[in-house]
């Protein structure tokens, strides 16, 4: 398809390893989101909505996971990078270069993967909506309404972001591990299965409020710690 060509994209600037790479990213993308489904509704009844809001969350809490692993390699370029911010309870989240890039600053990045195929299915996707959103998600760490997307009833997923990462991640990882997909790389291929859910879900979902969704789901999950799911 032309939306999986249209991504074959090269690696964060600072992991250019040879080896860090998808190996045939179509496949892989498809394999994702048919794990997905099948996970969420064996019958592969699931409703739009809650599909792009699961894939949402899983490839926002992937950009944070992602920055850890380059943190504990002792990867990072300057204190920038991954930026711990503590709430008054104790718990933690993140921010910095890293998840960003992962999350919407590289051009292969979840989010500008999802934006991309929103366009091309006939949406109007304006790159203030996820730095609109970046700012409220960080004026909500430490309350009761960090990580509850701002959609009306009838637009809103099933699951909380938080409740579909803790149900879906541990298999979903599993599965990432089965296609011998870095971890570097995990954001990416996430994408590509979002890029896959535009043009195959059924029945189709207005573009703009699939790209609503997923920008609401994914930013608040990319600031998550990862110690609270793994």
Request: glycine share 6%; hydrophobic share 45%.
């Amino acid at each position: 398809m032309e939306s999986l060509a249209d991504s074959s994209a090269s690696v964060d600037p600072r992991r250019q390893e040879t080896e860090d790479t998808v190996e045939s990213p179509g496949l892989v993308a498809r394999a994702l989101l048919d794990h997905v489904i099948q996970e969420m509704a064996p019958d592969g009844h699931v409703q739009p909505i809650d599909l792009f809001g699961a894939l949402g969350s899983v490839g926002g809490f992937s950009c944070v996971l992602t920055a850890f692993d380059i943190a504990s390699a002792g990867d990072l370029s300057d204190d920038a990078d991954l930026i711990a911010m503590e709430a008054e309870d104790g718990s933690r989240y993140y921010t910095g270069n890293l998840p960003n890039a992962f999350l919407l600053e590289s051009h292969d990045s979840l989010l500008n993967l999802t934006y991309g195929a929103a366009r091309r299915s006939g949406a109007l996707i304006s790159q203030e909506m996820a730095m609109e959103t970046l700012r409220y998600v960080v004026s909500t760490i430490g309350h009761p309404q960090f990580g509850i997307p701002r959609l009306t009833d009838e637009n809103r997923p099933a699951e909380t972001p938080v409740a579909y990462v803790r149900r879906l991640w541990p298999k979903l990882a599993d599965a990432l591990d089965r296609n011998r997909v870095p971890l570097s790389r995990r954001p990416f291929a996430i994408g590509l299965a979002l890029e896959l859910a535009f043009f195959h879900v059924r029945p189709p979902l207005d573009p703009s409020l699939a790209a609503r969704i997923v920008t609401e789901c994914a930013i608040p999950m990319a600031r998550l710690d990862p110690r609270l799911i793994a």
